[in-house]
Each structure stands twice: as structure tokens, then as C-alpha cells.
């Protein structure tokens, strides 16, 4: 079990039906070769677990607790994991206007976003595979998607619609 007390995030790594120690998260199980199943307690209260289901060394990511357990995994010390989208996800609607200006009316029912890898002792240093998704509807004011990637990682094929990122990043 992992403790990030600036997040107040708690991550817990099972396979084999054991629960395993944390140089083993986001590391194929050297038993059986999958990866291990992650586990952490995000912004709602709720326990989400990401899993790899097909092997490929991605933990899928197919809903907005889901992308919000990958961004509490990474900013809690596990900055090398690697995600897929697997569907369009739709955090908050209606973020901006039709004139593409913030929807201050509607800021107040807004689930906030906090960036994957937010500072420099927690870069992101994996793949983030949007697999020709779309996410909506993020809410941050701090940056964006990302806050911190470290050179070699990679984001490629998303799309990020209907967001607004604040902060005074020039």
C-alpha cells in the first residue's frame, strides 16, 4: 500500500490474489505475467481499480473515475504506468459557452480536474494512448491534461473538447 499525503490518494496492487508491494505496481507479476491490478481511492470518496485486461501493458480507461484513478495513481509515485482510452469520456458538460468562453453560471457543479503528473518529483514518464478518443468536458484551474511529461513519455491520438484550462501559464 502507497500513501501520496499531498493527494491524500492510497494505492494498493493485487495479482495473484495477493496484495503485493509497491516496487511491483505497473510492473508485469513475475509469477504469471500479467499486470497487476491497481487500486486507489479518487477525488469522490469511491475505490477504483484499473485493470490491463488484454496483457498489453495499458491499463484501460473507459469512464471519468477511471481517468481520475490513472491521475491519482501517477501523481502518488506510479509515474510510469502506461493508459488506453477506451471509450470518449465526458467528465462535465457544457464547460463553455457557445461563444468558447468558461460557463461561469455552471462552474460551481464542475468536477475539478487535477493534472497527471503534477510536479517535477512526479513527471509522467509513460504512454498515454487515446486510442482516437475524445475527452470532455475537464475543469481545471491549474493547466491541462497533463502537467508535467518527461521527455521520451508520449501522448498521442486524443482529443479534448468542451474543457477549460485556467492558470496564468505563459
Not at 64 to 91: H, P, Q, R, W
Not at 112 to 127: A, E, V
Not at 151 to 157: H, L, M
Request: charged share 20%.
Amino acid at each position: 500500500v502507497k500513501q501520496d499525503d499531498s493527494t491524500n490518494h492510497t494505492a494498493s496492487y493485487h495479482c495473484c490474489g495477493y496484495q503485493m508491494i509497491e516496487a511491483h505496481s505497473g510492473n508485469p507479476c513475475e509469477d504469471c505475467g500479467i499486470f497487476v491490478d491497481l487500486t486507489v481511492t479518487i477525488d469522490t470518496g469511491a475505490s477504483i481499480t484499473l485493470r490491463d485486461t488484454d496483457g498489453d501493458g495499458y491499463y484501460e480507461i473507459s469512464n471519468a473515475d477511471e481517468l481520475y484513478a490513472f491521475a491519482a495513481l501517477v501523481n502518488s509515485g506510479n509515474t510510469g504506468i502506461n493508459g488506453k482510452l477506451t471509450a470518449n469520456i465526458t467528465i462535465n458538460e457544457n464547460v463553455l459557452t457557445e461563444n468558447g468562453t468558461l460557463n461561469e453560471d455552471a462552474v460551481s457543479s464542475f468536477r475539478t480536474w487535477s493534472p497527471i503528473g503534477m510536479s517535477f518529483d512526479m513527471s509522467y514518464t509513460g504512454i498515454f494512448d487515446g486510442n482516437d478518443k475524445t475527452i470532455s468536458g475537464l475543469y481545471s484551474t491549474d493547466c491541462g491534461l497533463f502537467h508535467v511529461i518527461e521527455k521520451g513519455s508520449e501522448v498521442r491520438d486524443l482529443g479534448l473538447i468542451d474543457s477549460y484550462f485556467g492558470g496564468d501559464w505563459q
